[in-house]
């Protein structure tokens, strides 16, 4: 049974005879609640997607490193984690001013 159906369920339960809130029961969730929480049903929270531009000549270079890392035997290498791995070793100190 999916998360929506058994929160379907439930709230058909709490809705036939008993007042919301009354009883061993938690209150029917209102239609707000459900479309609210299947808007954020099985969404990441430790990560996001997002969208970024790079030049073509620089994805080429990213793509020739991932692949290099994969020869390497770093199988779970890719573009994600090698600029991942970059952004830990830049020095805000030393980034030029015309970036």
């Known amino acids: 049974m999916s998360e929506r ?3 379907e369920a439930t709230a058909r339960v709490l809705a036939a005879d008993d ?3 009354s009883g061993p029961f938690f209150p029917a969730p209102s239609p707000v609640d459900l ?3 299947d808007k954020h049903a099985g ?4 990560y996001k997607v ?3 531009s790079m ?3 620089d994805l080429k270079r990213l793509d020739t490193m991932v692949e290099n ?3 390497r035997g770093l199988t779970k290498a890719n573009r ?6 970059a952004l830990s070793g830049v020095d805000l100190d030393r980034v030029p001013k015309g970036l």
């Open 5 to 7: 159906e058994h929160r």
């Open 19 to 21: 007042e919301p809130g």
């Open 35 to 37: 479309a609210a929480a």
């Open 43 to 46: 969404k990441p929270v430790h």
């Open 50 to 52: 997002i969208c970024i």
């Open 55 to 57: 030049y073509t000549d």
């Open 69 to 71: 890392l994969k020869a």
């Open 80 to 85: 994600s984690a090698l600029i991942r791995y």
